[in-house]
């Protein structure tokens, strides 16, 4: 079986490291996590191969929603985006729509974060 696709757009090192490594201590060869701190540069690595986009929501030069709009133009459903932030998902959601993306994760919330993890883990078994 081959590896679940995870790119990760966080301009935050710290923040993408610290997803990349739980992400790979949790699932190990299962998945494969790439990691941009330019979201530029992320959104040109969106493929048909991609199984599941991370992305910040406020970042210099594009902020989520335009990765969000760039990945959609590439192929990429919606259903396969995931938003990290450090707003609520309601003050979110006044500026961009929920069914534009699979999930919204407000940042350093224990539960919200496991939200991701279920996500994930239902990958791993289909």
Excluded: N
């Excluded at 959104?43 to 210099?60: F, G, K, N, Q, Y």
């Amino acid at each position: 079986m081959k590896p679940v696709k995870i790119i990760i757009i966080e301009d935050d090192p710290v923040q993408s490291l610290f997803w990349k490594m739980g992400l790979e201590r949790r699932y190990g060869e299962r998945l494969k996590v790439e990691t941009y701190s330019d979201p530029r540069e992320g959104i040109e690595r969106i493929a048909s191969d991609t199984d599941l986009l991370l992305v910040d929501w406020l970042m210099p030069h594009l902020d989520g929603a335009d990765v969000i709009q760039e990945a959609v133009k590439r192929g990429l459903s919606p259903k396969k985006i995931v938003v990290f932030s450090v707003r609520t998902a309601r003050e979110i959601h006044k500026k961009f729509a929920p069914e534009d993306c699979l999930a919204m994760i407000e940042k350093g919330d224990p539960l919200q974060e496991k939200i991701l993890f279920r996500i994930l883990d239902e990958m791993m078994t289909t």
